[in-house]
């Protein structure tokens, strides 16, 4: 079978499909691989990075597309090269199946498979294709570092002849995986962590780094079946409120990662909270995208607001795009393995299999 992956669009996406080391993998499980010339230059692997492996690059990427029978993708293509995918190939990425169903409703009408790995399963046989936790593990430690650069003052306590700095206050709002990773982060360089979350089992989990959990009454009923955080109570969100107004007073670097799927982001760190922050204080929002945990966010801006800096990119993991490509290139991996059927070298759309039933855009 043929496999390909082509060039995503560079100013919104920098991350690759498929690397040279598993593109290694691709072939010796039996495909036949083909990428445009440049593929991966961007991250520093050069067109012999996968000659030497047996891929072949070529120049026009409509020949790629037309003879390829499976393509992966980070997300969506663009719509010019949607028009170039025909009856009975297989799409693979990340394609934000809620914000994007038209489009992939037109795919299915075309006869296109389409798997979008967003929708995976919580289960134990998912985990090696899990794109949003491994994704995520890497954006809450890298929305940390971004925070960190911004705010004026040093991280640890220091204690010297002159004095002592104590050490910075942080809150991680969401203990998702994104979360989790920001609270190690910010323990690792020195900083005092606080941490809440709308699911009780996240108590546990953020304790056993370090961080202090703020608890708000009512927690262990928002939880969904698949591990995700739900939509809170009126009665649930009020509570919360008035426990960050007063916690906000005295914290420096706030982390926002709340994100309920296929869902606007919550609005957490809202205006009149921001009267209790202090001066100098910042805000790393990784919800942005999804509109953002804070009232003032905006996607790829720095605000301002009563002395409190407030960032959230369109896409961080652009800033650690070799790191991201390593982990989603095996994620995608591991799924199409488990979609391929080597014995009869064909995929086998299995519906009984949960992971491809789940994933599968019907």
Do not use: W
């Amino acid at each position: 079978m043929h496999l390909t992956s082509f060039l995503e669009n560079k100013s919104i996406e920098k991350r690759l499909a498929i690397t040279p080391e598993i593109a290694k993998k691709y072939i010796s499980l039996g495909f036949k691989l083909s990428l445009p010339n440049g593929y991966g230059v961007h991250l520093g692997f050069n067109d012999e990075d996968y000659t030497n492996l047996g891929v072949d690059i070529l120049s026009n990427e409509k020949d790629i597309i037309k003879n390829a029978d499976i393509i992966i993708q980070i997300g969506l293509p663009e719509d010019d090269k949607l028009t170039l995918l025909k009856e009975n190939q297989t799409l693979v990425g990340s394609f934000n199946a809620f914000l994007n169903k038209e489009k992939l409703d037109n795919l299915k009408t075309k006869k296109i498979n389409c798997f979008s790995l967003e929708l995976l399963p919580r289960i134990t046989r998912a985990q090696s294709m899990d794109i949003l936790s491994s994704q995520a593990n890497l954006a809450g430690y890298k929305g940390v570092i971004e925070a960190f650069q911004v705010y004026e003052r040093a991280i640890p306590m220091m204690m010297t002849a002159a004095g002592t700095i104590p050490a910075a206050k942080v809150l991680v709002v969401g203990a998702g995986v994104a979360g989790l990773q920001a609270i190690a982060t910010a323990k690792r360089m020195g900083a005092v962590v606080f941490a809440t979350d709308v699911r009780m089992a996240s108590k546990e989990q953020v304790e056993s780094l370090g961080g202090k959990f703020l608890t708000v009454e009512g927690s262990e009923n928002l939880e969904t079946e698949g591990g995700y955080a739900k939509e809170a109570s009126e009665e649930f969100k009020k509570k919360q409120e008035e426990l960050l107004s007063e916690t906000l007073k005295k914290i420096d670097i706030i982390i926002c990662t709340a994100l309920i799927p296929g869902r606007e982001a919550p609005k957490i760190i809202k205006e009149e909270m921001f009267k209790n922050l202090q001066q100098g204080s910042v805000i790393y929002d990784l919800a942005a995208i999804q509109g953002g945990n804070t009232a003032f966010t905006e996607v790829d801006k720095v605000i301002e607001k009563n002395g409190v800096k407030i960032l959230g990119e369109a896409n961080i993991l652009n800033k650690l795009p070799v790191s991201a490509s390593n982990l989603f290139a095996k994620n995608i991996f591991n799924f199409v393995s488990n979609l391929y059927d080597k014995e009869n070298k064909k995929l086998n759309i299995n519906l009984e299999d949960e992971i491809i039933e789940k994933t599968l855009i019907k």
